[in-house]
């Protein structure tokens, strides 16, 4: 079992480009959520997909947008990039909500 | 709101020593708790995840415990070593986050051989 993967592993973009991360989930799991982590804090919850639904959403604007697969992988859309978007970007699998999530590698994103 | 604090923010400890990393969130009513490491750079590998009905886990040398009422985990740590050395991320999933986790800031441990 290949776990969560995450491509790619860093990214640097200029502010006001557009950015796309991806995630596959670990075998068997159905649910994938997307975590911002900034350097020296913990992760904040951005959004959660379910049966390619958008199930519940963070604090964080629309500029950010999602889309799962039937496969259940996913996508990270980030539009308009701000200096402030420069993080570690995290994704989670699960067999549903309320089960343990598992975590890929993380992508770096720097924006110039 | 949910919030969860870690304590301390940074800790450093000779090898072999046993050590307690505490987690505290403010509202009582969550469904599980997960403890993760995070090496620099690298993504979470979850640890110990507990139940809001369980007291405890334990795998290997790590033991979490749960005190729901007063807001509570601890991770103790046994016989450290310097592959220990990592930031240790605590997280809750409450009833009204639906699922998604809610992290403290993490405590960064340093085992010095």
């Known amino acids: 079992d290949a776990g969560v993967t995450q491509s790619p592993t860093h990214l640097i973009k200029t502010r006001g480009q557009q950015v796309t991360l991806r995630c596959s989930p670990k075998?068997?799991?159905?649910?994938v959520s997307w975590y911002q982590q900034a350097l020296g804090q913990g992760p904040q919850f951005i959004f959660q997909?379910?049966?390619?639904?958008?199930?519940q959403r963070g604090n964080f604007p629309d500029r950010f947008s999602g889309h799962q697969f039937p496969n259940y992988s996913s996508e990270l859309n980030v539009n308009a990039l701000l200096l402030g978007d420069s993080a570690l970007y995290l994704c989670?699998?699960?067999?549903?909500?309320?089960?343990?999530?598992?975590f890929g590698p993380g992508t770096r994103l720097t924006v110039t | 709101k949910q919030e969860v604090t870690q304590i301390p923010a940074a800790l450093s400890v000779p090898e072999g020593e046993n050590l307690v990393l505490n987690c505290s969130f403010t509202?009582?009513?969550?469904?599980?708790l997960q403890w993760f490491r995070q090496d620099p750079g690298k993504g979470l590998t979850s640890l110990l995840l507990?139940?809001?009905?369980?007291r405890e886990q334990t795998s290997g040398r790590l033991n979490a415990s749960l005190d729901k009422s007063s807001g509570r985990s601890t991770l103790y740590i046994a016989a450290s070593q310097p592959g220990d050395s990592a930031t240790y991320l605590c997280?809750?999933?409450?009833?009204?986050?639906?699922?998604?986790?809610?992290f403290g800031k993490g405590t960064k441990l340093s085992v010095k051989p």
């Open positions: 989670a699998s699960s067999r549903d909500r309320w089960n343990e999530q598992y």
């Open positions: 075998s068997g799991h159905d649910t």
């Open positions: 997909y379910y049966e390619e639904e958008e199930r």
């Open positions: 509202d009582s009513a969550i469904y599980n």
């Open positions: 507990i139940q809001s009905s369980q």
């Open positions: 997280a809750v999933v409450d009833g009204g986050s639906q699922g998604n986790l809610i």
